[in-house]
């Protein structure tokens, strides 16, 4: 079964404009990491946020992590075309010694040229 | 190219025929994933291997079901008596076991499995 949800499922936006996407969970996690996956192509590691982190930055990427609410967002800044794609956030349980991931629905993100 | 990679990348088979999936992880990752995932959702976890030992294994797993990796690289996931149900995209992710990149899973490009 899935950990969480994400919202929106889908989304589509102007290119330049900022996108964000939400990702809420169910238990408790030790990192929560984000994915791409493009059509017909696999998933992409994009980044990871540990539970004792609040917020993190790559590139145009910015991440925050609440664990007393159990959500994530994921903000992409100055969107391109080629950032239509589907977004899957991950979570990682604490105390799995399988560092498994489980993952949300995913959000679908259209930019429009 | 030195990604996980998988064979192979599409498979049409009848109901009730056998079929068998291989994942090849990049060379050094000791820690191997399957994952189902079909369409609109985000994968399930099914299986996984640290080296050649299958360590947990999902309930999403029914005895039609079987993986292993048996020098601890390559891996191959099996389904028995296919149905329509399986149908599916199988993604294969390898892991490090140790070092800053530990926790990032490295995906395959999958296998899409219909079931006729």
């Not at chain 2, 599409?10 to 995932?37: A, M």
């Not at chain 2, 601890?72 to 599916?88: C, K, P, V, Y």
Request: aromatic share 8%.
């Amino acid at each position: 079964s899935q950990q969480g949800e994400e919202d929106p499922q889908a989304l589509s936006i102007q290119e330049g404009e900022n996108a964000t996407m939400n990702c809420s969970y169910k238990t408790s996690i030790n990192n929560l990491q984000w994915y791409r996956q493009n059509s017909g192509r696999g998933l992409v590691h994009l980044i990871l946020i540990r539970s004792n982190e609040r917020e993190k930055h790559s590139g145009r990427l910015r991440v925050t992590l609440d664990t007393s609410k159990k959500s994530s967002s994921l903000l992409i800044t100055a969107s391109r075309a080629a950032d239509t794609a589907s977004y899957f956030c991950a979570t990682e349980a604490r105390m799995d010694s399988s560092y498994k991931l489980i993952f949300g629905s995913g959000t679908r993100l259209l930019v429009r040229p | 190219d030195t990604g996980v990679s998988q064979n192979p990348r599409h498979k049409i088979t009848k109901r009730g025929q056998n079929v068998t999936f291989r994942c090849d992880p990049i060379s050094e990752h000791n820690r191997l994933y399957w994952y189902r995932q079909t369409l609109g959702q985000g994968p399930e976890f099914l299986t996984y291997f640290q080296n050649e030992a299958q360590l947990e294994k999902s309930r999403l797993l029914s005895d039609r079901f079987s993986a292993e990796r048996p020098k601890g690289s390559f891996s191959t996931l099996e389904i028995q008596r296919t149905e329509q149900g399986d149908s599916a995209m199988y993604l294969c992710a390898s892991s490090l076991r140790e070092g800053p990149r530990l926790y990032e899973q490295y995906f395959g490009p999958g296998t899409r499995l219909t079931v006729t």
